[in-house]
């Protein structure tokens, strides 16, 4: 089964359950997120290419992907980076944009931290496992 047609270097990085009317985060690994409703993007069937859920530089890629769940009390976003650095943002700093446009910074990708590898939506209650 083709679940999608991908373009010439292009690569599926996640995929996840929704009910159609959560908010989505994209990241980068340059360290910028997006932050969209689900509504924004259009259904597509298994031919079709996908549309763009964040306008990215020349050298960046989208990295990860999660849906907002609302449910999930006193959570954050938990950014992680290649050499081992995390950083929990609060989702409200996450403002919600337009699908297709730049971002924010969620997190600096110096020498020392790296780019970022992963998001996750995280709560105190989380146990987190980091797997190198």
């Known amino acids: 089964i083709i679940a999608v047609n991908l373009d010439e270097g292009d690569k599926l990085i996640t995929v996840a359950l929704t009910d159609g009317r959560q908010d989505v985060l994209l990241a980068s690994k340059h360290g910028k997120c997006i932050r969209f ?3 924004d993007v259009r ?3 298994r031919v079709s ?3 763009r859920g964040m306008t990215l530089e020349d050298d960046d ?3 990860g992907m999660t849906i907002l769940n609302e449910n999930f009390t006193d959570s954050t976003i938990f950014t992680v980076t290649e050499n ?3 950083k ?5 700093e996450y403002r919600c944009q337009s699908r297709g446009g730049k971002g924010v910074i969620t997190i600096k990708t110096t020498e020392r931290n790296g780019c970022v590898v992963d998001i996750k ?3 105190d209650e989380n146990d987190l496992m980091l797997i190198t």
């Open 37 to 39: 409703k689900e509504e």
């Open 43 to 45: 259904t597509v069937g």
């Open 49 to 51: 290419r996908g549309v």
């Open 61 to 63: 890629v989208v990295i």
């Open 84 to 86: 081992g650095y995390g």
């Open 88 to 92: 929990r943002t609060e989702i409200s």
């Open 121 to 123: 939506q995280v709560s």
